[in-house]
């Protein structure tokens, strides 16, 4: 599975931003899908996950009922929609696919990463 992020911007705290990660690969139905980000000088943390079906979701706290987390399999593209952006926020956010069957907040669970996209909110 090889993954492309997009989307990522400057946008002013309180504004929205979607990121979307496209995936390559027939095995893409199949693969629990998450998004993690990267904050200078910190570790790279769980932001958002969804099984296989879009039926089930997890997020980080920080993130709960400002982010939601989808995917179209049949364009085999997962997105994370980011509403009321705060500055702590800023990060370069990643996908990553993962082999198991069910939604996955670790990072050593995901087999696949993409490259990353840089969210930058400004207060």
């Known amino acids: 599975v090889q993954l492309q992020a997009y989307g990522g911007g400057l946008v002013q705290a309180g504004g929205s931003l979607r990121l979307s990660c496209a995936a390559s690969?027939?095995?893409?139905?199949?693969?629990?899908m998450g998004w993690f980000r990267q904050a200078p000088g910190k570790v790279r943390e769980f932001v958002a996950t969804i099984n296989w079906s879009g039926g089930t979701t997890d997020y980080a706290d920080s993130v709960k009922g400002r982010f939601t987390c989808s995917r179209d399999n049949t364009n085999n593209t997962v997105y994370l929609q980011m509403n009321t952006l705060k500055p702590e926020d800023t990060a370069v956010y990643y996908c990553?696919?993962?082999?198991?069957?069910?939604?996955?907040?670790?990072?050593?669970?995901?087999?696949?990463w993409g490259q990353g996209t840089q969210v930058t909110v400004s207060s």
């Open positions: 990553a696919a993962s082999s198991g069957t069910v939604v996955a907040t670790r990072l050593s669970e995901y087999d696949y």
């Open positions: 690969g027939r095995s893409f139905r199949r693969n629990v």
